[in-house]
C-alpha cells in the first residue's frame, strides 16, 4: 500500500501476512519435572540476596529465608533476624507428588504478572518461620520461582502480601529448558516502506524528531551562579 505523509512525501510499505500459530496440543516433554530442575539449586552453597535500606534479607534456596538488620556502635553490634520460612528434602519430597499427581489431572497452571506479561510459576511455600509478634503465628513465605533465561536465580521482588506472610519471586534459567515453564514468545511484524518516487529515504518529519532526540541526549546545560566569582557548573 502508499502511504503519504503530512509533508507530501510518498512511501511504498509492504505488509506482512499475519497467520495466527496452530497449537497441537500439549508438547511432548520426556525430561526432568519442573522441581527435578530446580533440585540443583537447593543443594547448592549459593544464596540470593536482596538488601534494602533497613532490612536485608537471605534466600537460601531449598533450606531458608531469613530477613536482618545489624546496627553498628562503635565497638558493639546489634543484630536482629527472622526466619521467614524454611524448607527441607522432605517437603521436596511431598512436592514432587503434589506435581506429579497435578500433571496427571492436567490441573491448570499458575501464572503470575510480571512486567505486563501472565508467567507460569513453581511454588514453594516455606513455613515454620519465626514466630509473628503480631498474630502469634510462624512467619510463612511463598516462594515463586520464574523461567527467565538470563536469570541467576535472584530476588525480582519481595513483599509482604498479609501480617508476617510473604511473596518472593526468583528469577532463574533452571525451569527454561521445561516447555510449559517457557515464557510465549512475542512475534514483532515488521512493515517494510521504501521511498516512491523523488521522496527521501526518510520522511522529514522523521529526521527532524531524530535529531531532537540526539540534541537533548547529549545537550549539556551550564548553569552559572552570580556572586561567586563566575563559577559555573556544567550538567550533562
Known amino acids: 500500500m502508499y502511504i503519504t505523509s503530512a509533508n507530501k512525501e510518498k512511501y511504498r510499505c509492504t505488509i506482512p501476512p499475519i497467520t495466527a500459530k496452530e497449537t497441537a ?11 527435578e530442575l530446580l533440585e540443583p539449586l537447593f543443594f547448592s552453597t549459593t ?6 535500606s533497613y532490612w536485608s534479607y537471605e534466600v537460601c534456596h531449598g533450606s531458608y529465608i531469613k530477613q536482618y ?12 533476624e527472622y526466619f521467614l520460612g524454611r ?23 499458575k501464572y503470575k504478572k510480571i512486567e505486563g506479561f501472565n508467567l507460569p510459576y513453581l511454588e514453594l ?13 510462624p512467619r510463612v513465605t511463598k516462594v515463586l520461582y520464574v523461567c527467565y533465561r538470563f536469570g ?24 527454561c529448558t521445561h516447555p510449559k515453564y517457557k515464557p510465549q514468545d ?6 517494510s516502506c521504501v521511498p516512491h518516487g523523488e521522496s527521501p529515504r526518510k520522511p ?12 537533548q541526549k547529549y545537550q549539556q546545560l551550564t548553569v552559572c551562579f552570580a556572586g561567586l566569582g563566575g563559577l559555573c557548573l556544567v550538567l550533562v
Request: glycine share 4%; hydrophobic share 30%.
Open 47 to 52: 544464596c540470593s540476596y536482596r538488601i534494602e
Open 87 to 109: 524448607w527441607d528434602q522432605q517437603k521436596t519430597d511431598a512436592l514432587k507428588a503434589k506435581y506429579a499427581q497435578a500433571e496427571a489431572d492436567k490441573e491448570q497452571m
Open 125 to 137: 511455600e516455606m513455613d515454620s518461620g519465626t514466630i509473628c509478634d503480631l498474630n502469634g503465628e
Open 186 to 191: 512475542t512475534e514483532e511484524n515488521k512493515i
Open 204 to 215: 522529514k518529519a522523521l529526521l527532524q524528531q531524530e535529531v531532537e532526540k540526539l540534541r
Open 25 to 35: 496440543g500439549d508438547v511432548e516433554y520426556s525430561g526432568p519435572s519442573p522441581l
Open 152 to 175: 541467576k536465580n535472584e530476588v525480582y521482588s519481595l513483599k509482604e502480601t498479609s501480617t508476617c506472610n510473604y511473596e518472593v519471586i526468583i528469577l532463574t534459567a533452571a525451569l
Open 69 to 80: 538488620h545489624e546496627e553498628r556502635h562503635e565497638k558493639t553490634s546489634k543484630l536482629q
